[in-house]
């Protein structure tokens, strides 16, 4: 079988991930603080978080997301500014905030990239921007978005930016403080290669949020109040011990040092797909076809086959994808493939040469297309 749908979820998981976890269930409980604090340190000094209070562990990428919106201390008239190819765990409650007053601007595409940055630029200029929260990298055409560039446009205008990292934590390098973010939120069951039910959110130590912390007075209703602290473990849920022994584990053996390769051969591997693909009639890649500004990924329609037929004819033939909307409707609405979705593929660090040859075979014979 050839698994090749890494941006949904990764699999298999690593032996050492797999060995951390089941160790995890049979440790003695009066041990677990201690455990706990250095599988969180483990964690926190692989972002590059010096302070490891500034790491809330969360059940997933989409709880962090939702924290970091939901608990700054929004304002009617205030604005946050979003890409058009946004995940629905950071559309959802940005859209949200609609109901308080707040403005919520879309960033659109631009011809060559996944975010317009002259665009956002305007918007920041016009004022009254709060927040700018992006994706790194879109989950469904594995196109990087510029979210450096844009982090340090949001500081040039007084806005914090917020980075969802899910698409690309366990790939790319991410120190928090190098790269100035004000939030970094991360899911660990992607590249991080770690189980599921555990992932992060980073705040700076500036960010000033609303409630969050036991020694906040929180606000009665019809009051505002904010505190200069961030979300705990009661605003977030309890975390998953045996998940984070296996993230604890990951980060280890993924290694900062190994990434960039991983990443190349991945990227290698996926572009032996897109270029079988280009080769075939009624095939439309999506996104940019710059291999290294994109991650392990590629997304496609056919003119006469719609994704879940493709991805059935796929799976008969032991090639495991995706298809759909993959949770982006808002992405797939700037793609034009609102209606039927699209095929993803996408690699990961364990995909071999024997799975991708598979899935090029399978391509390539597909009669629906």
């Known amino acids: 079988m050839a698994y090749l749908n890494h941006a949904g979820t990764s699999w298999p998981k690593p032996a050492p991930v797999q060995a951390a976890v089941g ?3 049979g440790a003695s409980p009066k041990l677990w603080p201690e455990t706990f604090a250095e599988q969180h340190a483990r964690v926190a000094r692989y972002f590059g978080v010096r302070d490891t209070t500034r790491l809330l562990l969360t059940p997933g990428c989409t709880s962090a997301l939702t924290l970091a919106v939901c608990e700054l201390p929004w304002n009617s008239g205030d604005r946050i500014l979003i890409s058009a190819m ?11 905030l609609r109901k308080l007053g707040v403005e919520v601007e879309v960033i659109p595409r631009a011809s060559q990239t996944a975010l317009d940055l002259d665009r956002l630029r305007s918007e920041l200029k016009r004022g009254r921007v709060k927040l700018v929260a992006l994706s790194a990298a879109s989950n469904v055409t594995g196109e990087l978005l510029p979210f450096e560039t844009a982090a340090r446009l949001a500081h040039e205008y007084g806005a914090l930016i917020l980075v969802d990292g899910a698409q690309v934590a366990g790939w790319l390098p991410i120190d928090v403080d190098r790269l100035g973010l004000d939030f970094f939120a991360f899911a660990g069951h992607k590249g991080l290669q770690a189980p599921w039910g555990i992932g992060g959110l980073f705040v700076a130590e500036h960010v000033t949020m609303v409630g969050g912390s036991v020694a906040c007075d929180l606000p009665l209703p019809g009051q505002s109040a904010a505190c200069s602290s961030m979300p705990g473990y009661c605003d977030a849920g309890s975390v998953d011990r045996l998940a984070l022994a296996g993230l604890a ?5 993924l290694g900062a040092e190994a990434q960039a390769s991983r990443l190349f051969v991945a990227r290698e591997q996926i572009e032996r797909i897109a270029l079988t693909l280009e080769a075939l009639p009624g095939i439309r890649l999506l996104g940019s076809r710059d291999t290294l500004t994109r991650m392990p990924t590629v997304a496609f329609t056919a003119t006469n086959s719609t994704p879940t037929e493709i991805e059935t004819a796929l799976r008969k033939r032991g090639v495991i994808v995706a298809a759909g909307l993959q949770c982006a409707p ?10 039927t979705g699209a095929v993803r593929i996408s690699a990961g660090p364990s995909t071999g040469a024997d799975e991708m040859e598979r899935a090029v075979g399978a391509v390539a014979e597909l009669e629906c297309l």
Do not use: C, K
């Not at 946004?86 to 949200?96: D, N, S």
């Not at 808002?330 to 209606?339: E, G, K, V, Y």
């Open 23 to 25: 160790e995890a269930m």
């Open 249 to 253: 584990a990951s980060v280890h053996w």
């Open 330 to 339: 808002m992405a797939h609405a700037s793609l034009q493939t609102q209606r």
């Open 86 to 96: 946004e995940h629905h765990a950071l559309a959802r409650p940005v859209l949200a």
